[in-house]
């Protein structure tokens, strides 16, 4: 039996004149009625968990999403399904496929997907998904791969599904990893073994963390506005992990505070790099304290390094983690 869960996005809107664009329309049971062969694949229990467009999803949502999952596969709401399918908007999809891949310990299989077009589109690519969602979901072979994206016949970890697509329908790749597998022709086909995945478990996401990109000429003035607000930085800077030299005082002011900074980089592909020792070189960073984001996106970066402070563990640490307080700085005056 596959637990639907259906959260909202594009894959449930549909296009109102009236409010001159797309809007939520249908609810799990009209968008299992969209998607006829998801019959055959197992049986199925639907919740309509809302009907949220993805920018609406801040981190208290997310959170409340995590929690709603960690109740299923932990029998808490009852018999203990044989994988979980989560549809949600795609703006920020890779955030909750991360947060729950990162924080939640289950051999129930985790399918989140969603969809690029709405049901008023030509090649409404919904159903496809939902169905090559449940696919994978009720695989045998899937289970212990913990949280996966399926989207576009292709299966990603949720640590390394990132949207690298606006509006094609191709949107998600695994920019710093490799597809697990692909769903084809009706049959789920896994090409990388499962494997263990580390562990952090906060209690919420209570760590408040920036995300400041650099510009040309940047002299660190966002900076140090963010800094008072957040306990944390992801950093995004040029290439393999540079900044201008204006901007090295405040990034060595969250430092001498004891705040975390994370460096990442803007380009598309390639980890922070740091071989560059000149003023606002990534060495000279990493030197002072900065830490390279690995491999992750500056999204990623961000999440990781809100996990981690909320569970009070150091970033990307592999260690399980149990928080007894969730991480609360002090707001400065």
């Known amino acids: 039996m596959i637990h639907l869960l259906f959260t909202g996005g594009t894959i449930s809107m549909q296009r109102d004149a009236r409010a001159g664009g797309n809007i939520p329309a249908h609810g799990g049971e009209a ?6 062969d998801l019959a055959s694949v197992a049986p199925y229990r639907i919740e309509d968990w809302g009907r949220y467009p993805a ?6 949502k997310l959170w409340e999403l995590r929690e709603r999952v960690r109740a299923i596969v932990s029998g808490e709401s009852g018999a203990i399904p044989d994988g979980i399918v989560i549809t949600h908007g795609t703006d920020t999809l ?20 969603g969809a690029m077009r709405t049901s008023s589109d030509v090649g409404w690519d919904g159903p496809r998904n939902l169905t090559d ?17 399926v989207f576009g016949g292709r299966i990603l970890s949720g640590l390394e599904a990132v949207k690298t697509e606006a509006i094609g329908l191709d949107a998600f790749a695994a920019p710093y990893g490799s597809m697990l597998g692909v769903v084809q022709s ?5 090409g990388r073994p499962a ?10 996401l209570s760590a408040r963390v920036a ?3 650099v510009v040309v000429g940047d002299d660190g003035a966002l900076l140090d506005l963010a800094r008072p607000l957040h306990d944390g930085l992801v950093l995004e800077a040029f290439g393999s992990g540079n900044i201008p030299p204006g901007a090295v005082p405040a990034v060595q002011r969250w430092i001498d505070e004891g705040k975390t900074v994370v460096l990442a980089s803007r380009c598309a592909t390639g980890q922070v790099t740091p071989v560059y020792a000149f003023a606002g070189g990534g060495a000279t960073l990493v030197k002072a304290g900065v830490i390279p984001a690995g491999p992750r996106t500056p999204s990623q970066a961000r999440m990781e390094l809100t996990i981690a402070l909320s569970a009070g563990a150091p970033y990307g640490s592999p260690i399980r ?7 609360s700085a002090a707001v400065e005056d």
């Open 195 to 204: 494997e263990a995945l580390p562990l952090v478990l906060p209690q919420s």
């Open 55 to 60: 920018c609406h999803m801040g981190l208290d």
């Open 186 to 190: 009706g049959s789920v086909r896994f």
């Open 321 to 327: 983690i149990q928080s007894e307080t969730p991480y």
């Open 31 to 36: 968008l299992v009625g969209f998607a006829p």
């Open 94 to 113: 890779q955030e909750t496929a991360y947060l729950l891949a990162r924080t939640l310990e289950s051999t129930v299989p985790i399918a989140i997907t």
């Open 211 to 213: 995300h400041v990109p």
């Open 133 to 149: 969602a449940a696919r994978v979901a009720a695989a045998p072979e899937s289970r212990s791969r913990g949280a996966m994206v």
